[in-house]
Structure formats: C-alpha cells, structure tokens
C-alpha cells in the first residue's frame, strides 16, 4: 500500500486530513506526518492559503532523499484559512481571526463564514493543488471560549449550515462528512491528477 506523507506536525490537522482521504480513497494509502519520521525542517508560512499549502508539500517532498521518495507516493501540505464571502481566497491570518470571532468583533450569531481549506499533492513529477470551500455558521461564544496553542476553539462556536450544534459537539465521523460534501470531489481531482502526472 502506498503511503502518504502529511506536511503537518498538528495532530487535529493530521486526523482531519487522513479521514477525508481514507473516505474519499479507501484502502488505498497508509498515512504518516512530519512526527512520524525524522524531519526537523520547518516551513516559514508565507502567501496565501494555497500558496502555503504549496510550499509545504514542496519544500518537504525537496529534502526527502531518494530512498523515502520511493516509499512515498505524494507529500501532502494543507492550509486553512476563512473568508466572509463564499468567492474570497480567504486571510491565512488565522490566529487573528480566531481571537476576533471569539470576541465577537468580526460575526453577529447566525452569521455564515466560509472556511478555506487548501490541498497540494507533489511528489518528483507534479504538484497538483486545490482551495475547497466549507461554509460554517457562528454560534457565539456564550462559554467566552479563548483561543490555545494546539486547541481548535472554534470548533465549539462554529457549526454546519444545517445544525445548530457547534462542529465540537458533533460526531467526528458527521464532521468529516460535512466536509466531504464540500471538498471530497477536489480532493479526488488531485489525486488522479497527481496519479496521472
């Protein structure tokens, strides 16, 4: 079975990313991040969304060496980032972001935001990338949740457009599915994409 190398060292990413790709390819990869291997490098995260997803399965695909390329099929950077209007690339600025949809500064409740979820496949013949589109609705922060390193805090306040409980409160697997009807067609494009390179 081929592997997958996520450019990621965030755990949630991590579980996130290989879900929607077991789902949308079953037992196709196995699956490893950068704490699975003895990679130290990191990626300085600049540009936008896609342009950092991009740099992250490039630059991590460039200092493998040959042996590993071999027992990779692709590396894999992904980005986040939200958008007030469904169309926007979205502000990669996610900390700050956070900090003011937890306050309440940037969303009334009831108010949609649009996460910008970035996939980039690259492996020594391609690299393949896509910006998917998840629209989520602010709950408020009646708990006055704050954000913390290595914590996904809206997840408590943000929800899919057709619930009113916030994505934290809801089954992992109906999360990943939400997420699937907006991103899982993307991601199958690139992987035939990449396949096919």
């Known amino acids: 079975m081929k592997k997958l190398l996520i450019a990621t060292r965030n755990n949630d990413k991590y579980k996130i990313a290989t879900s929607l790709f077991e789902a949308v390819f079953p037992d196709t990869f196995t699956f490893e991040n950068l704490n699975d291997t003895t990679i130290t490098h990191d990626v300085i995260e600049t540009g936008s969304i896609l342009e950092r997803a991009e740099k992250k399965a490039k630059e991590i695909w460039n200092i493998l060496d040959e042996q590993q390329k071999k027992d990779y099929f692709a590396s894999v950077g992904i980005d986040d980032g939200f958008s007030f209007t469904p169309d926007g690339d979205g502000d990669p600025n996610s900390k700050e972001i956070t900090d003011q949809i937890l306050s309440g500064q940037l969303l009334n409740q009831n108010d949609t935001i649009w996460l910008k979820r970035a996939f980039a496949f690259c492996n020594d013949s391609s690299i393949h990338s896509s910006l998917t ?47 699937l009807k907006y991103s899982g067609q993307e991601i199958l494009n690139l992987l035939s994409l990449t396949a096919n390179s």
């Open 133 to 179: 589109t998840i629209p989520l609705i602010f709950q408020g922060n009646q708990k006055n949740i704050k954000r913390q390193e290595g914590v996904y805090p809206l997840s408590q306040v943000l929800s899919p457009k057709d619930q009113k409980l916030p994505l934290s409160d809801i089954n992992f697997n109906d999360t990943i599915q939400y997420y």
